[in-house]
Every structure is written in C-alpha cells, then in structure tokens.
C-alpha cells in the first residue's frame, strides 16, 4: 500500500510507524494491498473546519475519513482509497486523558480511519462492535 503524509512544522509525526501500520493493514485486508492512502496531520482549527464542512459539526474532532470509492467499486488497479486526516492535539489530549502513548492513540485512529475508508461505520451497536473487532485485530497484529 502506498502510504503518503502530510504535516506541519508544528508538530512532527514519524513516518516509519506509520508505513508499518499501513504493512500490516495490507497483509489483513489484501484487497486494499495495491491502493493507497493519504494522511494528513492537521491543527484542532483545521479539523474544526473540515468537521464543518463535511460532516455539519462543530467543533473539532479527532480523525475524519474521506473515501475515495464505495467498498465494492474497489478494484486491485485503483488507486487511491482516500484520505485520513487527524487532529495531533485533540489526539494528543486523548491519549493523555487515557493514559496511553500517543503512537498507539495515532495507530487507534490510524486503524479507525481506513475501515471507515473501506465502508465500516459504527452508527449502530453490532457495526460498532465488528469494528471495534477489527481495530483490535489490526492494532494486535501490529504489535506482533
């Protein structure tokens, strides 16, 4: 999977962590292998906007996805599956408020965003859960 990133100077996510996520991504779900991703490290402001925008909230957020294609038009040749964009400072309070490093709550949100890239949501309880599932199933394989 091709893996491309953009941040600002305000803050600086490493990029080996991510493309490693992405590798075992690729290995649990191989339909998606030859796509690819972009994700973009954003301000709370930034967020804030987009939220806004696209989705009619307020306020900031933590990950927005934008997919590039519904799950069954996919195909092996297609390109690009979409776009995650995280907030590094709601992120980074989030991880604090849950007493966890922040490369695991940028991994959780990482996670999050490509299966509601590839058509997952969790507006109602048993999606939630199969999602949940699967978060923890790429998040365990990670640390494998």
Sequence with gaps: MD??????????????????LFVTISRL?????????????VTNREI???NQTYRGKRGPTDVL????RE?????????LIGEIVIAVPYARRQAAAQGITMRQEINWLLAHGFLHLI?????QFHAAQRMKSL????LS???A
């Design 48 to 50: 804030a906007k987009l």
């Design 141 to 143: 394989s990670q640390s």
């Design 119 to 123: 058509g997952y949501d969790h507006q």
């Design 3 to 20: 893996i491309s990133i953009s941040q600002t100077k305000s803050f600086r996510i490493r990029r080996q962590p991510i493309t490693q």
């Design 29 to 41: 779900f191989p339909r998606y292998a030859g796509g690819s991703v972009s994700v973009v490290f």
């Design 71 to 79: 799950t069954e038009s996919f195909v092996h040749d297609a390109k």
């Design 65 to 68: 996805s934008f997919a590039e």
């Design 135 to 138: 978060e923890q199933k790429i």
